[in-house]
């Protein structure tokens, strides 16, 4: 079994739709796989959630598993926007870039991912416990649960899933949207479920 297999097994073991394409598009880009992830289970699974799902959000605006925005990205006006893989790529490399603008840090290229500013808090997430998180901190705390549940796995075991830390060096991308695509907080699981267009999770 190869590295990127393994780290695609990893992921699907622990509850993460597409685990495949994100173990792919996040190799290619240089990124830990549970930071991509972790953005999908933001954007489209819910919180306490690993797995996103491939749908039309956000008032008909967000496009697939890493809901790119068609009013920002010519990308997702197109077919492939809602082609797993393909959406794993683009958001991929759009995170790639930020994090080299930004200087590796997390935070700040999460929050221009959603909000298109390094500083903004973005759309807001209440979590079973209560806690309303803005964008990144809610990503982070996906990445935790994943963490977490890769953990458990024996060490030797986790490291030929590929998730050794990665390289981030390369030229930033600019594709984030502007401050106003923040989202303001969100009810989603029922909002995802109403707005849900298509296909069941798979690898």
Known sequence: ???????????????????????????????????????????????????GRNILGDGGHGHGLFQIDDRYHAFARSAAAMDPAQNAERAAEMLHGLLARYGGNERAALSAYNAGSPNARGTTTRWGDGSVLGYADSVLRHQAQIEDARAELPSDAASAAGYADTARAAPAIPLAPPTAASHGEQPWLDELAAESTASTPSL
């Not at 393994?6 to 996040?26: D, K, M, N, W, Y």
């Not at 880009?29 to 819910?46: I, K, R, Y």
């Open 1 to 51: 079994m190869t590295a990127l297999s393994s780290s695609a097994a990893t992921l699907a073991a622990h509850g993460v739709a597409f685990a495949a394409p994100i173990a792919r598009a996040a190799a290619r880009n240089g990124l830990d796989p549970s930071l991509l992830a972790a953005v999908a289970a933001q954007e489209t699974g819910g919180p306490g959630v690993n797995a």
